[in-house]
């Protein structure tokens, strides 16, 4: 065999053993590591955020509602969706009565965020002066509903159901003690992400519903006690 015929030959050999790796590669990839390169996409592709539960309700003896929660309207903010943080800040500042100095700074800080919380819990006002800016002024803002504890006695019996922070976890009273009961099971929501791990609000899928809190009854009379 000539020289040029055993170049061709190792030349085959080299190409024969190159294609021998790939194809042995696929096979590792597509069946024996097809589940877990599926969860890493999956994970890289959708993202699971909680859901609140609905906090439970409170009511004296005769079923009078001493406690309840209200759905009511939270702003947070994808920073890495914003062009220009601080023409956000002026605008959600005017609207939602908040200082935009510290909105810009706060936004600036976590710029490289998915999610920080612009004002919770807003007022209807607010909530309606949020709506009317242009989707320039909000862009990259989204409305989150949480529940809002209400007391439909006001301070009446104030001392005995305690209050809940804002997080709606129970602080003092009964909604202290009753906390586990009251709280619920929080779901999940799945989110979809871009190419750069932003996440896309517009696509969500509830796969895991909340578990509402249980109500409590008191031994309490509201109108006599």
């Not at 190159?18 to 994970?43: K, M, N, Y």
């Not at 969706?81 to 800040?89: C, K, Q």
């Not at 002026?90 to 100095?101: P, Q, V």
Request: hydrophobic share 40%; aromatic share 8%; glycine share 8%.
């Amino acid at each position: 065999m000539n020289v040029s015929g055993a170049r061709s030959s190792v030349l085959f050999m080299a190409i024969v053993c190159a294609f021998a790796l790939l194809a042995a590669r696929l096979v590792q990839i597509q069946l024996l590591q097809h589940d877990s390169f599926a969860q890493g996409a999956a994970g890289q592709q959708y993202k699971r955020i909680e859901v609140e539960a609905r906090r439970g309700r409170i009511y004296d003896r005769n079923l009078r509602l001493l406690a309840t929660t209200v759905p009511c309207p939270s702003i947070f903010v994808n920073p890495t969706e914003v062009p220009n943080l601080r023409y956000l800040a002026g605008a959600l500042g005017d609207a939602l009565s908040a200082d935009a100095g510290a909105l810009y700074g706060v936004f600036s800080a976590k710029a490289d965020r998915q999610f920080v919380w612009v004002k919770r819990r807003i007022s209807p006002s607010e909530y309606q002066a949020f709506l009317s800016l242009t989707p320039a002024q909000r862009m990259g803002t989204y409305v989150r509903w949480e529940g809002k504890r209400k007391y439909p006695l006001g301070r009446h019996a104030s001392h005995v159901l305690g209050l809940v922070d804002i997080d709606n976890q129970g602080r003092l009273g009964v909604e202290s003690t009753f906390q586990d009961d009251l709280a619920g099971k929080p779901g999940h929501e799945t989110f979809a992400t871009d190419g750069k791990g932003n996440l896309r609000v517009t696509y969500q899928a509830c796969d895991e519903p909340p578990v509402p809190g249980l109500s409590v009854v008191l031994t309490l009379d509201s109108i006599i006690q």
